[in-house]
T-cell receptor, first 112, second 113 residues
Framework: KQEVTQIPAALSVPEGENLVLNCSFTDSAIYNLQWFRQDPGKGLTSLLLIQSSQREQTSGRLNASLDKSSGRSTLYIAASQPGDSATYLCAVRDNYGQNFVFGPGTRLSVLP | EPEVTQTPSHQVTQMGQEVILRCVPISNHLYFYWYRQILGQKVEFLVSFYNNEISEKSEIFDDQFSVERPDGSNFTLKIRSTKLEDSAMYFC???????????FGPGTRLLVL
């Protein structure tokens, strides 16, 4: 059964810093991986989808990498801003189904 | 930009009552999903739906749950007899094709008393 973990659980950084959020999964037979952002009490906003055949995807200040064989993905946020403060979730879809297995999230605070 | 919408945003109900949560997926999407998030816990998959039938469901999705697409736009989740442990945020999601980017609605916060 796929298990997804995220480190750190919480992170507080000053504005302008570059930062890395980590996601690990136990079963490397994945189809794709999606990073989401969740604001308090709100829904999930899709950030990046990275296919199992890809090594990275970029969108603006965000870059997601995938190392399937080691069961890891990282989300890199460049030049962080207070508006980036949210919980970041990674979710893995395996080769056997359609649904996502979510990690517990990393709660990010960017201080002005 | 098209988005998934959900109603109501909040619902309070008594244990044992039936509730129906409603979702309007993005119009050209063909795959629909329900997830839930108990307060402080992970987002959990409940069910996926395609071509008017369930394509996949988790062990959480027992006989108390059902889904329906009653018309061309709505997608509903029914909980037949709510329990205290059903209290959670319920998210609807949709995707244009299978296994691609899922777009989530804002959620319905369900509180069972």
């Amino acid at each position: 059964k796929q298990e997804v973990t995220q480190i750190p659980a919480a992170l507080s950084v000053p504005e302008g810093e570059n930062l890395v959020l980590n996601c690990s999964f136990t079963d490397s037979a994945i189809y794709n991986l999606q990073w989401f952002r969740q604001d308090p009490g709100k829904g999930l906003t899709s950030l990046l989808l990275i296919q199992s055949s890809q090594r990275e995807q970029t969108s603006g200040r965000l870059n997601a990498s995938l190392d399937k064989s080691s069961g890891r993905s990282t989300l890199y946020i460049a030049a962080s801003q207070p508006g980036d403060s949210a919980t970041y979730l990674c979710a893995v879809r395996d080769n056997y189904g359609q649904n996502f297995v979510f990690g517990p999230g990393t709660r990010l605070s960017v201080l002005p | 930009e098209p988005e998934v919408t959900q109603t109501p945003s909040h619902q309070v109900t008594q244990m044992g009552q039936e509730v129906i949560l409603r979702c309007v997926p993005i119009s050209n999407h063909l795959y629909f999903y329900w997830y839930r998030q108990i307060l402080g816990q992970k987002v959990e998959f409940l069910v996926s739906f395609y071509n008017n039938e369930i394509s996949e469901k988790s062990e959480i999705f027992d006989d108390q749950f059902s889904v329906e697409r009653p018309d061309g736009s709505n997608f509903t989740l029914k909980i037949r007899s709510t329990k205290l442990e059903d209290s959670a945020m319920y998210f609807c999601a949709s995707s244009r094709v299978s296994r691609e980017t899922q777009y989530f609605g804002p959620g319905t916060r369900l509180l069972v008393l």
